[in-house]
């Protein structure tokens, strides 16, 4: 269990902060890191020293996209030689923060900022909040804290919310996660920019590459799991990155009927990465948890060391399992948009908008 007091008097006490994000950075874990980077320079109680801040991620290569978050921050330069306080962003489990584990755990005191439900408490201070984005977490803690909190900050928050609920429309969307989108469009933040920056802003390789997954699409489970591969080859023809690969497993769970969706990439000789997808109260993260991973209940992952010819068997043999505990469940079954005639009255109370 995690301390919030503790962990902003750590904050507060510490001169030589270290903040990590995962390996493979997605928008919420960079915009994560540098909105708390940000609050806590931003407001630093009067007559305090200003503090060594170091923002740390382990990756090859970050999407153009993702990358303009931290564009204008240094990052992975060592300004200290040990760190009063390590902060991991968005890392569900400490091997997220790849080769600078161990850089992490050399510091005094250690937090853990997360929102995955898989979350494995391998920091001294683990501050899990159940809630749409690690960004949302940083922006409780901030409100908490009375923290002055810039537009720019709200950029960095709106983004990493939108990125990880797919523009809300999945994920642990809670009461305040609206509420904190409400704030957000009070402030001066150009929504519609954003909106387009992150999701309607993919450059061709990605196109091509969707069409290539596309072509693979299968079904199995009576239509209940759609499946989609690709290998680093096919990175290699659409001149793509692993990065681009996000988002095109949503294409599986986006079609009627299907319940897991799967996007198995192959990366290097006998290494999968493989993504999944759920929905109908069907929990995704439960079946990557049995191969090493994890995530959320809807969006989850894990990697594979072996032949897809290994993992396929074990690998339907969970999602079937779980298909099982919910049988015939449709979701949308239960929606009700109300009748004609009690969506006019709502227009019908003055006799100007009388429609
Ligand atoms: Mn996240």
């Given at each position: 269990?995690?301390?919030?007091?503790?962990?902003?008097?750590?904050?507060?006490?510490?001169?030589?902060?270290?903040?990590?994000?995962?390996?493979?950075?997605?928008?919420?874990?960079?915009?994560?890191?540098?909105?708390?980077?940000?609050?806590?320079?931003?407001?630093?109680?009067?007559?305090?020293?200003?503090?060594?801040?170091?923002?740390?991620?382990?990756?090859?290569?970050?999407?153009?996209?993702?990358?303009?978050?931290?564009?204008?921050?240094?990052?992975?330069?060592?300004?200290?030689?040990?760190?009063?306080?390590?902060?991991?962003?968005?890392?569900?489990?400490?091997?997220?923060?790849?080769?600078?584990?161990?850089?992490?755990?050399?510091?005094?005191?250690?937090?853990?900022?997360?929102?995955?439900a898989?979350?494995?408490?391998?920091?001294?201070?683990?501050?899990?909040?159940?809630?749409?984005?690690?960004?949302?977490?940083?922006?409780?803690?901030?409100?908490?804290?009375?923290?002055?909190?810039?537009?720019?900050?709200?950029?960095?928050?709106?983004?990493?919310?939108?990125?990880?609920?797919?523009?809300?429309t999945q994920g642990n969307i809670?009461?305040?996660?609206?509420?904190?989108?409400?704030?957000?469009?009070?402030?001066?933040?150009?929504?519609?920019?954003?909106?387009?920056?992150?999701?309607?802003?993919?450059?061709?390789?990605?196109?091509?590459?969707?069409?290539?997954?596309?072509?693979?699409?299968?079904f199995l489970s009576y239509d209940r799991i759609a499946l989609?591969?690709?290998?680093?080859?096919?990175?290699?023809?659409?001149?793509?990155?692993?990065?681009?690969?996000?988002?095109?497993v949503n294409?599986g769970i986006e079609i009627k009927g299907v319940e897991i969706a799967i996007?198995?990439?192959?990366?290097?000789?006998?290494?999968?990465?493989?993504?999944l997808r759920g929905k109908n109260n069907i929990n995704v993260a439960d079946i990557a948890?049995?191969?090493?991973?994890?995530g959320h209940d809807q969006v989850a992952?894990?990697?594979?060391?072996?032949?897809?010819?290994?993992?396929?068997?074990?690998?339907l043999k969970a999602c079937r399992e779980e298909l099982n505990k919910h049988p015939n469940e449709n979701l949308t079954d239960s929606l009700f948009f109300?009748?004609?005639?009690?969506?006019?009255?709502?227009?019908?109370?003055?006799?100007?908008?009388?429609?």
């Amino acid at each position: 269990m995690g301390s919030l007091a503790k962990g902003l008097d750590d904050i507060l006490h510490s001169d030589k902060i270290a903040i990590f994000c995962h390996t493979m950075p997605d928008a919420d874990t960079l915009a994560s890191a540098v909105a708390l980077k940000k609050l806590i320079k931003q407001n630093l109680p009067e007559g305090t020293a200003q503090k060594q801040i170091d923002i740390f991620v382990d990756a090859d290569e970050i999407s153009e996209i993702n990358g303009a978050i931290i564009k204008n921050v240094e990052t992975n330069v060592q300004h200290c030689e040990k760190y009063d306080l390590a902060i991991a962003v968005d890392c569900a489990s400490s091997n997220r923060l790849g080769k600078y584990e161990e850089l992490f755990f050399s510091a005094d005191k250690t937090i853990n900022i997360d929102h995955h439900a898989t979350n494995t408490q391998y920091a001294q201070n683990n501050l899990v909040l159940k809630g749409s984005s690690t960004c949302e977490a940083i922006y409780i803690l901030a409100k908490i804290k009375n923290y002055n909190i810039s537009d720019e900050v709200c950029n960095l928050i709106y983004s990493g919310i939108i990125t990880d609920t797919n523009n809300l429309t999945q994920g642990n969307i809670t009461a305040n996660t609206h509420k904190t989108i409400t704030e957000m469009v009070a402030r001066k933040i150009n929504i519609e920019a954003l909106n387009e920056h992150f999701f309607k802003n993919n450059n061709k390789s990605k196109a091509f590459l969707l069409q290539k997954a596309l072509s693979t699409l299968k079904f199995l489970s009576y239509d209940r799991i759609a499946l989609m591969k690709l290998s680093k080859q096919d990175l290699a023809n659409a001149d793509a990155c692993f990065e681009d690969t996000m988002g095109i497993v949503n294409h599986g769970i986006e079609i009627k009927g299907v319940e897991i969706a799967i996007l198995a990439i192959k990366q290097e000789d006998n290494t999968y990465y493989v993504s999944l997808r759920g929905k109908n109260n069907i929990n995704v993260a439960d079946i990557a948890k049995q191969f090493g991973g994890g995530g959320h209940d809807q969006v989850a992952a894990f990697q594979y060391n072996g032949t897809i010819a290994d993992l396929q068997q074990p690998l339907l043999k969970a999602c079937r399992e779980e298909l099982n505990k919910h049988p015939n469940e449709n979701l949308t079954d239960s929606l009700f948009f109300g009748d004609d005639e009690d969506d006019l009255k709502v227009f019908s109370n003055d006799e100007e908008t009388n429609i």
